[in-house]
């Protein structure tokens, strides 16, 4: 068995879609990053590059490389399921947090969860996505940014 853990953080700012988890959440402000910026899909992507000591996102996936311009968070997961997938591990479980102040994520986390289901390739039940605020604190509470926390485990088959 194999436990990763990611985290991730993206400033929000004016004139993006706000992506998390591969759904397109209404909200007047977006995340700023070179891909799509899904703060969620990169702590996840984080996590299970962990858990196989593959390094991390910015490894796989540069954001000097253009390729990753305005990318889809949910392809570079599908990259890394597929990466692990021929090393022979198999996802136990995932277990992941949204850490915002707004907007409110239970509309949403089925379908992140369903999203996760579907690049993954297991049951949405090994899948939990949660959210929490900050309680006002910090830069979540100040509503500047994102935060995510991924943790995954792995066994090796």
Known sequence: ???GMGYDVHRLTGNRPLILGGVTVPWPKGLL??????????????ALLGAAALGD??????????????????L?????????ARLDYKLNNLDCTIVA??????????AIRENYSKVLEVP??????????????????RREGIAAYAVCLLSEN
């Open 1 to 3: 068995m194999r436990i």
């Open 33 to 46: 990053g070179h891909s799509d910026a899904d703060v969620l899909t990169h702590a996840v992507i984080d």
């Open 57 to 74: 996102i910015g490894d796989h996936f540069p954001d000097t490389d253009d390729r990753f311009k305005n990318a889809s968070s949910l």
């Open 76 to 84: 570079l997961l599908g990259k890394v399921a597929g990466l692990l």
């Open 101 to 110: 102040q707004e907007p409110k994520m239970s509309p949403y986390r089925e």
């Open 124 to 141: 949405p039940g090994k899948i939990s996505v949660k959210a929490t605020t900050t309680e006002g604190l910090g830069f979540a509470g």
